[in-house]
């Protein structure tokens, strides 16, 4: 089992950066897939990156593709999300979540455990 803890949230304005966190408790983060997601107001929870165990390959949502970036650092048992150039609509809440599997997947019902959520707003 592991435990999620996002964090690096904020209000910034249309073209800054935000560094997203997310620390993992557990022995077994480094086996874990890993992904961020989204969900805004009204809307339903969508995928925006993931990376699997090994760092080695990282996939992004068209959306943000160009402009974030996912990583993780197994030594530290933390997973990253560099978002730059961010945008209005890049508003909502941002989940890190973790599955037990090799390969990356756009469901979140797929994923076995989450975080808490950091809000992330920006401002036009």
């Known amino acids: 089992q592991v435990q999620l803890v996002e964090s690096g949230g904020g209000l910034v304005q249309a073209g800054d950066s935000l560094r997203l966190s997310c620390a993992a408790s557990?022995?077994?983060?480094?086996?874990?897939?890993m992904g961020w997601f989204r969900q805004a107001p009204g809307k339903e929870r969508e995928f925006v990156a993931g990376?699997?165990?090994?760092?080695?390959?990282?996939y992004y949502a068209d959306s943000v593709k160009g402009r974030f970036t996912i990583s993780r650092d197994n030594a530290k048992n933390t997973m990253y999300l560099q978002m730059d150039s961010l945008k209005p609509e890049d508003t909502a809440v941002y989940y890190c979540?973790?599955?037990?599997?090799?390969?990356?997947?756009?469901?979140?019902?797929?994923?076995?455990?989450w975080g808490q959520g950091t809000q992330v707003t920006v401002s036009s």
């Open positions: 990376i699997p165990w090994s760092g080695s390959n990282r």
């Open positions: 979540a973790a599955r037990l599997h090799y390969t990356v997947t756009y469901q979140p019902s797929a994923y076995n455990y």
């Open positions: 557990g022995r077994m983060f480094s086996s874990y897939t």
